[in-house]
Nanobody, 121 residues
Framework: QVQLVESGGGLVQAGGSLRLSCAAS????????MGWYRQAPGKQRELVAT???????NYTDSVKGRFTISRDDDKNTIYLQMNSLKPEDTAVYYC???????????????WGQGTLVTVSS
């Protein structure tokens, strides 16, 4: 099983910065991608940023130029550096990981418990 542990959420004023972390632990063969999604009150969960094992990065348009996703393969950890935060960035941020488990090598997808980011105006 794979577990994801997130940290780094909190309350920040508009224009400020926060850094989220997500560490994957457990037994697996390979992680293919990790990423961040968010869900604001009354809205559907949406993609924020993803990064693949090959280094391909994808951002949703609303965070391009403000957020940066990165990874530390030695620690199986990803980070989301969020700058120039806006009130509309307020949401619960969820970490996601997809990959392949150990023998018999079944695919997996797991979610973290979520961390709240609140941006005040």
């Amino acid at each position: 099983q794979v577990q994801l542990v997130e940290s780094g959420g909190g309350l920040v004023q508009a224009g400020g910065s926060l850094r989220l972390s997500c560490a994957a632990s457990g037994s697996f063969f390979r992680i293919n991608s990790m990423g961040w999604y968010r869900q604001a009150p009354g809205k559907q969960r949406e993609l924020v940023a993803t990064i693949t094992s090959g280094g391909i990065i994808n951002y949703t348009d609303s965070v391009k130029g403000r957020f940066t996703i990165s990874r530390d393969d030695d620690k199986n950890t990803i980070y989301l550096q969020m700058n120039s935060l806006k009130p509309e960035d307020t949401a619960v941020y969820y970490c996601n990981s997809a990959g392949v488990g150990r023998f018999p090598y079944n695919p997996f997808e797991v979610w973290g418990q979520g961390t709240l980011v609140t941006v005040s105006s």
